[in-house]
């Protein structure tokens, strides 16, 4: 049997009309049947907090509130609805110092576009079955960053430390 | 929900394991092959509206191409090229053509690498925005064949002219 999708909401953010339609038919294909949509990070704030989300897809760039205010929100505004939301970020900026911004943030992950029924399906596939420890630090709230990992070995920055909780 | 090694003296961060909601929720089994199916299949079903869309916007890319080569110290012009050009390369691949995120990407990163570019060197711009209008006015899908890699060649031309005169 494959995932039950109807029976999660999901909260879709994204300003270009062709794009959220493409976004919502493709969910609604893969069969989530609830489906919030926003055309603005602003508008999707007041509208998560209103209804409960499972997981959201939020585009980048948006006006006037951006996809990067609303996760930034979502993971450390006193008045989140759910910090542990887990987030999609749908991008077509995919140059490394943006990633790392955005992940920074507290992006779980990142679609780059254009998408596809393969790399959407994936992501969702990540979410539900590799989920991320949250880690909390001074400086830093969200999905664990630490992903370059060789042989078990982290080995990228040492933040935590620095960071403090 | 556990909290790892939180709270150990001396710790400066906090590990923290939330229950996973959303697997409860939607269970085992994975996207299944009919689902992909039927994603593919919606997406087929937006092309059409996606090509008339995208001849509209390449057509006001070109045109705001065109109003930055003439002022290039615009910065609402840029932003605007910039958009219609991030929009673009965002949709193209997803629709079979490969070659409008190609060439929009190659605009926009273009933009991202400086604030400062003279009318000269807007004209890789300018160039780029044109070759999307060909691309989707001619449905030049996939690679594009011999008009696609004539496209790329022009585009590829234009960038070392500019480089060689800067």
Known sequence: M?????????????DNAHMRKLLKALLEAVGVRDIVEAHDGGLAWMA???EPVDFALIDWEMYPVDGLELVRK?????????????????????????????RDLGVTEFLAKPVSAQSLSQRIEELIERPRPYIRTREFFGPDRRRGRKGGKYIGPERREQQGA | MSRGSAGTPGQK???LNPPNQLKAKVGNGGVDEAAIK?????VQGLRGEFEAQAKTESVKLAAAAAELLREPNNIEKRQTV???????RGQGGTYGYPLITRFGDQLCRYLDASDFL???????????ADAIVVVINNGVAGDGGDVGRQLVAMLDKVVAQVKGEA
Not at chain 2, 38 to 42: D, F, K, Q
Not at chain 2, 118 to 128: I, M, N, P, R, T
């Open chain 1, 2 to 14: 494959a995932y039950q999708f109807n029976k999660i909401r999901v909260l879709l953010v994204e």
């Open chain 1, 48 to 50: 998560m907090k209103k």
């Open chain 1, 74 to 102: 979502i993971r450390t505004d006193p008045d989140s609805p759910n910090p542990f939301l887990p987030v999609i970020m749908v991008t077509a900026h995919t140059e490394r110092a943006r990633v790392m911004k955005a």
């Open chain 2, 13 to 15: 961060f906090q590990v």
């Open chain 2, 38 to 42: 039927r994603m593919e299949a919606a």
């Open chain 2, 82 to 88: 910039y958009m219609l050009a991030h929009e673009l």
């Open chain 2, 118 to 128: 003279d009318a000269k060197a807007l004209v890789v711009v300018k160039a780029a």
